[in-house]
């Protein structure tokens, strides 16, 4: 699976919309964007994934850079229960609905949601 | 809302011992895996399972770590004589078609 980059840490206000890169300059067109998320003292959680075109669901948004070289995950408004580090991984979408498919964390994003 | 859930959330052992980390998927999943993240650092994968067999594992996952799935609920991790640096948070994870992983609260171990 090839690498992303995030930057370590961001803060965010209560209630403010907070936008987190990734960048994957070596995306293949056959990886998916993941983001999960683990807040402190739990095991990570799903957020969100897309292919190329931009996604919605009750937790967050994922824009895709159009050469997909690129993604954000965009909270709408952040609340205090957001604070947690946020992790963008690339899976190829060969190792769906097949044997393998662990996943391949890096550092992430660490959120900090002032109030 | 469905969750997987891991038994105990505390363990602590004596090193050289044997321990057995308990986990129970979300009843539909097909696809289990652990995963263990030391104090400050990574998520780290350690061994996927499906249809009765390992998958994949990683360079983590020695001789000295098993996986069964010894009932239709139960998937388990055994490590069979612990170290000083086993000690980590375990994840137990499952998922329905190998897409989007549902993660347990995790088995903090400490091995003495």
């Known amino acids: 699976d090839a690498k992303t980059t995030q930057p370590n840490s961001m803060e965010s206000n209560e209630e403010e919309p907070v936008h987190l890169p990734c960048n994957h300059s070596?995306?293949?067109?056959?990886?998916?964007i993941h983001w999960y998320r683990q807040l402190p003292s739990q095991g990570p959680e799903y957020v969100i994934h897309g292919l190329t075109s931009n996604v919605n669901n009750r937790m967050a948004s994922l824009a895709i850079a159009e050469d997909r070289k690129s993604s954000t995950l965009i909270l709408h408004r952040a609340t205090l229960r957001d604070a947690a580090v946020y992790y963008c991984?690339?899976?190829?979408?060969?190792?769906?609905?097949?044997?393998?498919?662990?996943?391949?964390f890096g550092k992430g994003t660490k959120l900090s949601v002032k109030p | 809302e469905p969750e997987v859930t891991q038994t105990p959330s505390h363990q602590v052992t004596q090193m050289g011992q044997e321990v057995i980390l308990r986990c129970v998927p979300i009843s539909n999943h097909l696809y289990f895996y652990w995963y263990r993240q030391i104090l400050g650092q990574k998520v780290e994968f350690l061994v996927s399972?499906?249809?009765?067999?390992?998958?994949?594992k990683s360079e983590i996952f020695d001789d000295q770590f098993s996986v069964e799935r010894p009932d239709g609920s139960n998937f388990t991790l055994k490590i069979r004589s612990t170290k000083l640096e086993d000690s980590a948070m375990y994840f137990c994870a499952s998922s329905e078609d190998s897409r989007e992983q549902f993660f347990g609260p995790g088995t903090r171990l400490t091995v003495l």
């Open positions: 070596t995306i293949s067109g056959t990886d998916y």
């Open positions: 399972f499906y249809n009765n067999e390992i998958s994949e």
């Open positions: 991984i690339l899976r190829d979408v060969g190792h769906y609905g097949g044997s393998q498919g662990n996943l391949i």
